[in-house]
């Protein structure tokens, strides 16, 4: 078992990753606990749910499962308020622990559910996707979707634990392992060149599941994300680089509708697209942008954008949340392994989507 | 003007405390605010609202009025996405600033959006009711309701500025200002003697609104509240000595029904009830039982609590969440102006129970 420690102001906790870690899941229940919730899903709780609850009953608490409909389409206030139902019918108090046991979309309602069921009780974060496991378990940002935005309610609050068992990938769908590498590349664009070197030299390990590479990029990643997050809880400065590709990502992803492309995916896309910015505004060599791009094919992610049209690809990014104060900025790359955050020239932008109108369908 | 400074571990910030207010709320604003969302409800938004938002207009920022139904019930998620509805309608970014204006149900709901909205933005208390002046604005509780329990969902979260106008309490119904007096003079119960002893004598002219009376026992309060706050911000001890009387006064509000009685009527009268059973379990003195009677009535309080019978009253207080574990616990007064958290006999709190189910209906 590996062990990250995450030091925020929000909270200091570890992140375990290990094969068979679900076994282990109540080394995180606190002494003082007076019950836990397991927070899951359909799909989730039938594959690992009895495990989980098998596991965490050697800490001698109450058990609570609260088990949800699956998939991004409920990350919404309604079954949030499953969850808050859940935990009042059965009259958990302060002291009781949640885990949320899934993906991102758990993770992120059990978390903001966390935060608020009496203005905060303890939660423990245990990630079963692999883009929960190098991503959104880590952190402390938590949301659910608003009809008018993604993400646009939550807190940013954190665990007092991550339980990582990359064992659980095995049942995981492929398409979904190779949206989760792109986040890991990504991390390895930002801030660790000789990460993305292991990435490119390991890009068939990882979509094979090895396990020793598994473990090296789920841990790395976890430290990166840890290390960019610990110097900027609250996203106010460093912790936009982990945007990376985020912005053309949620273009297409909105663009396409919600779904139609896996979020990884979008990103994966987003992040030749940047490194393409990148090239044109900060002159990021060429040899570099065909890496990203070859490296985003050899995880198993699109590397063609889709053909939205230029004025809705700029619509699209215009309401993305990181237009504060009207101008866009973007995470630009002056070489791989380094993050720049700036605005660009109209032009630039415009140079980059066109190469999305004129690929071919 | 006064002004109290509040420091917490989440944020330091002012209360403006003084007549006409109303009209400087400008200077809360900050430089870089994006634009402001005035939050308030049918009732005070007739009465201040075109104030409010022509004070705020001299910041230059874009306002945007977001209006409310009125009243406790609808303090809940329907009305809170109603908040959200109008931000992102209006493409309001992280940088804009909301101002709650209105009563402590505003207060407690938006400043729970501010918490909320895109992981969090900055917020104005602009309490129009004497309960908010000195007791909700202060000390960054926000929540929701839920069909299973009052404020069982909301966040922790500190405000940017208090600015509170004693003028506006002139069109606020008197029960409601015997009501907010009932927190006043909690305050000197569990505190601050000398507090105590002048509210004694300056009761009536509390009741008639006297500007200076007024002034003076808004300030105090909130110096109170700020003292106790800045030591436990998250209630994790001392805070826990503001609820006195309030576990019996949440057992007649939910008794007889939410609205039937105002919560600080029934905190007043929950407060007599704190008396007596710190009379049979600390020795508190006769006459100072007597006295809290004596200043509760003169605030225009009910001094008789409902008869709910002896079970119902045992049942109400098991639901309230100071129940932690399972021990019902009480803030009781060794002596006027000090207050203790601790378990009591429950032979003692049969026969304070019993007082309530003796007297005349
Ligand atoms: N909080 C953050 O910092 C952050 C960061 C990135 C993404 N996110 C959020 O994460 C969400 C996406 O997360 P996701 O990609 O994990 O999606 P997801 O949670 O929807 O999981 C994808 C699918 O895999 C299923 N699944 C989960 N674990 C499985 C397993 N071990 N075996 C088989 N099936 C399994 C799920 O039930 C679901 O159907 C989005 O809502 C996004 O906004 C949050
Ligand atoms: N956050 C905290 O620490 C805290 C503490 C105590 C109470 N609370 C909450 O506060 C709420 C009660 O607050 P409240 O007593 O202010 O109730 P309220 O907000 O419902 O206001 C009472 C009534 O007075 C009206 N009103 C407000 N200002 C007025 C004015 N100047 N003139 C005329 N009418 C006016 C309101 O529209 C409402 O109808 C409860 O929801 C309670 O849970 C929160
Ligand atoms: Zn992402
Ligand atoms: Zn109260």
């Given at each position: 078992m590996n062990?990250?420690?995450?030091?925020?102001?929000?909270?200091?906790?570890?992140?375990?990753?290990?094969?068979?870690?679900?076994?282990?899941?109540?080394?995180?229940?606190?002494?003082?606990?007076?019950?836990?919730?397991?927070?899951?899903?359909?799909?989730?709780?039938?594959?690992?749910?009895e495990r989980a609850e098998g596991a965490l009953a050697r800490s001698g608490k109450r058990i609570l499962r609260i088990e949800l409909p699956d998939g991004e389409a409920h990350k919404d206030w309604q079954t949030l308020n499953l969850i808050f139902d859940g935990l009042l019918s059965s009259r958990l108090d302060r002291k009781?622990?949640?885990?949320?046991?899934?993906?991102?979309?758990?993770?992120?309602?059990?978390?903001?559910?966390?935060?608020?069921?009496?203005?905060?009780?303890?939660?423990?974060?245990?990630?079963?996707?692999?883009?929960?496991?190098?991503?959104?378990s880590v952190g402390g940002k938590t949301a659910i979707n608003h009809p008018l935005g993604k993400n646009m309610i939550?807190?940013?609050?954190?665990?007092?634990?991550?339980?990582?068992?990359?064992?659980?990938?095995?049942?995981?769908?492929?398409?979904?392992?190779?949206?989760?590498?792109?986040?890991?590349?990504?991390?390895?664009?930002?801030?660790?060149?000789?990460?993305?070197?292991w990435c490119e030299d390991n890009a068939a390990a990882l979509r094979a599941l090895d396990p020793d590479a598994v473990?090296?990029?789920?841990?790395?990643?976890?430290?990166?994300?840890?290390?960019?997050?610990?110097?900027?809880?609250?996203?106010?400065?460093?912790?936009?680089?982990?945007?990376?590709?985020?912005?053309?990502?949620?273009?297409?992803?909105s663009g396409l509708g919600y779904g139609t492309w896996l979020h990884g995916e979008a990103v994966g896309c987003g992040m030749i697209q940047a490194a393409l910015l990148s090239a044109l505004v900060l002159g990021l060599p060429d040899a570099d942008t065909a890496r990203v791009r070859a490296l985003v094919q050899a995880i198993g992610c699109p590397v063609q954008p889709p053909d939205l049209g230029l004025q809705r690809w700029l619509d699209l990014m215009q309401v993305d949340k990181k237009t504060e104060g009207g101008q866009l900025r973007f995470v630009l790359l002056p070489a791989l392994g380094e993050a720049r955050v700036q605005g660009v020239p109209d032009d630039a932008l415009r140079q980059v989507l066109a190469l999305a109108a004129a690929a071919p369908a």
């Open positions: 062990t990250v420690q995450v030091e925020t102001p929000g909270g200091h906790y570890p992140i375990h990753i290990g094969p068979g870690r679900l076994d282990a899941l109540a080394d995180s229940i606190p002494e003082d606990a007076t019950a836990i919730a397991v927070v899951t899903n359909t799909v989730v709780g039938r594959l690992y749910g009781a622990v949640l885990v949320a046991l899934g993906g991102g979309v758990i993770g992120d309602m059990c978390g903001f559910a966390a935060a608020s069921y009496m203005r905060g009780v303890r939660f423990v974060q245990v990630p079963t996707t692999l883009l929960a496991q190098v991503d959104s939550g807190a940013f609050y954190q665990p007092i634990a991550v339980e990582i068992d990359t064992d659980v990938l095995d049942t995981l769908p492929s398409r979904e392992i190779s949206a989760g590498l792109a986040e890991v590349i990504k991390y390895g664009l930002i801030i660790d060149r000789p990460f993305f070197d473990s090296h990029a789920v841990r790395r990643s976890c430290e990166l994300k840890a290390l960019v997050v610990s110097r900027d809880e609250r996203e106010s400065g460093l912790r936009a680089i982990l945007n990376l590709g985020h912005t053309f990502g949620h273009a297409i992803e």
